[in-house]
């Protein structure tokens, strides 16, 4: 039987698609549209001989799905030879309703749609693409895999914000944390690697990607993470602010006459390494932190100083910790961050040798000093592959329950 699974990770006015196989992670093509819903949009198609870029007319996710189908048709490989059996879903929320991936159907679009409130730049998006998707392939079985689903395992005292708990009900306020993902298969790769079960594996996984988040891993499962109730708390991002005092909100309101709107801009868009530094990108701010910028190097003293206050306080969080773990476009690819991060936690076991930590090389990387106790791994992440095993999991759950 095919193990072919269509992912599909839907903006508000992007859509990302990979054919990737369940079983071997091994891509058959992928794309991205981008600016759908402007005037003039455009659709990169890649498979495993080509790259090739469309200027197309996106008025929606339907048009864009539709272009997407004709990618396929024309560039190859054709729908028909790649034998799908399932589409995969990003859902960005999931809140308190899904704490594992689940088969579509009208109530679940329902409840993806109710929990907008909680995701209003997220959901809303996904659920498009699931309507346009589930129209352009109405006879494969459509999941939705939730970025929060995985930290749904975190006990309550991680979760709970010592928030007034009557308006904290109400309103469903607590942490859920994101980047679920990510961090369950970078978990699973990392145990996997050091030979041990996942029951029996203690990690703190760092996913430093645009958006950035942490994760104490006890026995596979997320038992605290650094974002909350949204994506804006815990780590200093690209361009949000991570944690903050929630003061500063009502001061910058009273004070500067900022509205809740500017305020949402400059915590989320215009903060960060962006606000510290000029530099969204990881890159720019190491390259002039080399060249002798000093708001660049104390930019990154920030970045990196909220990283070991993380680290630290998850070793209190899980006691013994196997594995720590760095992932996604700036924990994978940058030394420079992996080094400034691991410097001065010594006395926790941790350690880098310099070498391994400049090597590159596919696959996961153990970058430990030989005396470390704590070993520091560097695993690639690979979210649509996860998100293709997850949906096909949960397709054959399913069949045989039926
Ligand atoms: P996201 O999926 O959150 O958009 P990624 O995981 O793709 O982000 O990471 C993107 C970030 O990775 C870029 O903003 C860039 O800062 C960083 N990055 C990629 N390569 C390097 C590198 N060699 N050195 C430092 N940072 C890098």
Redesign the pocket.
């Known amino acids: 039987m095919s193990s072919q699974v269509l992912v599909i990770n839907s903006g508000s006015s992007s859509l990302k698609y990979q054919v990737v196989n369940a079983r071997t992670g091994v891509a058959a093509a992928s794309g991205l549209i981008e600016r759908i819903g402007y005037t003039h949009s455009h659709l990169t198609h890649r498979n495993n001989s080509d790259s090739t870029t469309w200027d197309i007319k996106a008025e929606d996710h339907a048009q864009a799905m539709s272009h997407m189908q004709q990618a396929f048709t024309t560039l190859g490989p054709t729908l028909g030879e790649l034998d799908l059996v399932a589409v995969g879903h990003r859902v960005v929320q999931g809140g308190y309703r899904f704490g594992a991936p689940v088969q579509i159907n009208d109530s679940v679009k329902t409840i993806i749609d109710e929990l907008s409130g909680l995701a209003p730049l997220h959901n809303p998006a996904n659920l498009e693409g699931i309507i346009a998707a589930e129209e352009a392939f109405p006879h494969l079985p459509h999941v939705a895999v939730f970025d929060t689903a995985f930290h749904m395992t975190m006990p309550a005292r991680a979760s709970t914000y010592a928030l007034n708990a009557e308006v904290a009900r109400q309103y469903r306020v607590r942490k859920y944390g994101f980047h679920g993902t990510s961090h369950s298969y970078v978990s699973k790769q990392a145990a996997q690697f050091l030979g041990q079960a996942d029951a029996d594996t203690n990690l703190i996984v760092l ?6 988040s942490a994760t104490a891993v006890a026995g596979g499962a997320s038992v605290d993470t650094s974002m909350g109730l949204t994506p804006l708390e815990g780590l200093v ?2 361009t949000r602010t991570g944690d903050i005092d929630p003061a500063v909100t009502m001061y910058l309101a009273r004070t500067a006459g900022m509205s809740m709107d500017d305020i949402d801009d400059l915590y989320n868009r215009r903060s960060g ?1 962006l606000g510290l530094t000029g530099h ?7 390259a002039a932190c080399r060249a002798g910028n000093t708001q660049a190097q104390a930019g990154l003293e920030v970045y990196t100083y909220r990283l070991k206050k993380y680290i630290g306080s998850y070793f209190a969080v899980l006691g013994r910790v196997d594995a720590l773990v760095f ?11 992996r080094e400034l991060t691991i410097s001065g936690l010594e006395h926790l076991g941790l350690g880098i040798n310099p070498d391994r930590n400049r090597e590159s090389k596919p696959g996961v990387l153990d970058i430990s000093a030989d005396d470390a106790l704590v070993r520091t791994l560097v695993v690639p ?1 690979n979210e649509e592959w996860e998100i293709a095993r997850q949906a096909l999991d949960t397709v054959q759950e399913s069949k045989d329950e039926a």
């Open positions: 996913h430093l990607g645009n958006g950035a991002m690209g390494m969204q990108d990881m890159r720019d701010v190491v992932t996604a476009g700036i924990g994978e690819n940058s030394p420079d961050i992440t």
